[in-house]
């Protein structure tokens, strides 16, 4: 881990002044938001636009609402990513898993691919790794550098409403989902788009949907979801990983809070960085699902995921949206690092791990 920050240091060192200088500028690498519209002009686009320049946020999330044509997106993604700060592009997201987790669709022009495990069921590992690197390709040729995926929940219960109905994971084998999960990883890759393992410690056994509320894992998840986990980190395919909103009592028990995963540092800094060797950067889930919003306030939410070990502070900005809500946030990250020196360390070294997560991108 002390390398991975060495490095990360020498990259900010060699790429100039324009890199991320005050504590402000470097807590603003950690907010990626949602946006409203569709259109490329108005409002919200110059307004992300604006925030881009300003490196008040380090990255967009589209969703379905957000997209009206290829061409369109195409054209946003341009005008954001021309003005983000020179050796900190901005990270372009978008959920496209496939089957009926696209926002992309054939409906504005772009073609759909199977689902998780429509993919598993009828393909092998070469010819899904094909899949995703044409997958890939394609949503890079639109300006896209991040893909939320792949899925590597293990499809522990058949009746999960967010996961199993879905069809949303590869398999009920940790070992096929690994497989599976590692073509979508390298895929991606050769395509220079970056992807997310998702979403640790593991949705599979889960009997809620967390988009609505708790989802309360600790009498039903098993070992072996952390299984495609290990393997992927242990292959150094998994340049992100996203933390569902999660609960599990031994986590919470074991930092004496009612944290979902997404806010733990027992889950994050110890099961996932210190257990199972993950150095890269970590992302939330929404913090705006209902697993969050409906249990704890946006000050305690928001300094609870940076303690935890989260790097990238995912905001759908769907609740009250708002251009103003990086300000929000960046204002609460740096009043409580002016008051706590150890909370100021935590974003410096999230910022590390984010310019070495973007030094892989191509300005």
């Known amino acids: 881990m002390r390398l991975f920050f060495i490095l990360a240091m020498v990259i900010v060192q060699f790429t100039g002044s324009a890199m991320a200088q005050s504590l402000r500028e470097k807590?603003?690498?950690?907010?990626?938001?949602?946006?409203?519209?569709?259109?490329?002009?108005?409002?919200?686009h110059n307004g992300i636009k604006g925030l881009a320049q300003q490196g008040k946020i380090g990255g967009v999330l589209y969703l379905k609402y957000n997209v009206s044509s290829v061409d369109t997106v195409k054209k946003k993604n341009?005008?954001?990513?021309?003005?983000?700060?020179?050796?900190?592009?901005?990270?372009?997201?978008?959920?496209?898993?496939?089957?009926?987790?696209?926002?992309?669709?054939?409906?504005?022009?772009?073609?759909?691919?199977?689902?998780?495990?429509?993919?598993a069921k009828s393909m092998n590992a070469n010819s899904a790794q094909a899949l995703y690197e044409n997958l890939g390709r394609r949503?890079?040729?639109?300006?896209?550098?991040?893909?939320?995926g792949p899925v590597v929940d293990v499809n522990v219960n058949r009746d999960n409403p967010i996961i199993a109905k879905y069809g949303r994971s590869f398999s009920a084998d940790p070992e096929i989902v690994a497989s599976y999960g590692?073509?979508?990883?390298?895929?991606?890759?050769?395509?220079?788009?970056?992807?997310s393992l998702k979403h640790f410690p593991g949705h599979g056994s889960s009997q809620a949907d967390s988009h609505l509320g708790f989802a309360d894992i600790s009498s039903t998840w098993r070992d072996t979801e952390y299984v495609?986990?290990?393997?992927?980190?242990?292959?150094?395919?998994?340049?992100?990983?996203?933390?569902?909103?999660?609960?599990?009592?031994?986590?919470?028990?074991a930092a004496n809070n009612d944290y979902p995963a997404s806010l733990s540092s027992v889950a994050i800094n110890g099961v996932l960085r210190q257990g199972l060797g993950f150095n890269g950067v970590v992302v939330s889930d929404d913090m705006e699902m209902g697993a969050i919003t409906e249990h704890y306030g946006f000050k305690e939410a928001v300094l609870a995921a940076v303690r935890a070990g989260n790097d990238l502070l995912l905001f759908s900005n769907t609740r009250e949206p708002s251009l103003e809500l990086p300000d929000k946030i960046i204002n609460l990250l740096v009043s409580e690092a002016e008051r706590d020196p150890a909370f100021a360390a935590m974003i410096e070294?999230?910022?590390?791990?984010?310019?070495?997560?973007?030094?892989q991108l191509k300005q």
């Open 78 to 119: 341009a005008d954001w990513q021309a003005v983000a700060p020179n050796g900190l592009p901005l990270l372009i997201s978008i959920d496209q898993e496939g089957g009926q987790v696209e926002r992309l669709t054939k409906s504005v022009g772009f073609a759909e691919i199977a689902s998780a495990a429509d993919v």
């Open 27 to 44: 807590a603003g690498q950690m907010v990626m938001i949602g946006f409203q519209g569709d259109q490329a002009s108005g409002q919200w």
């Open 139 to 148: 949503l890079a040729s639109l300006g896209f550098n991040v893909n939320f």
């Open 349 to 359: 070294r999230s910022y590390g791990r984010i310019v070495g997560l973007k030094a």
């Open 182 to 195: 590692a073509a979508f990883v390298r895929g991606h890759k050769a395509a220079g788009v970056l992807t």
């Open 228 to 253: 495609p986990f290990k393997k992927l980190i242990s292959q150094n395919l998994a340049p992100m990983v996203m933390v569902g909103h999660l609960y599990h009592k031994s986590f919470a028990d």
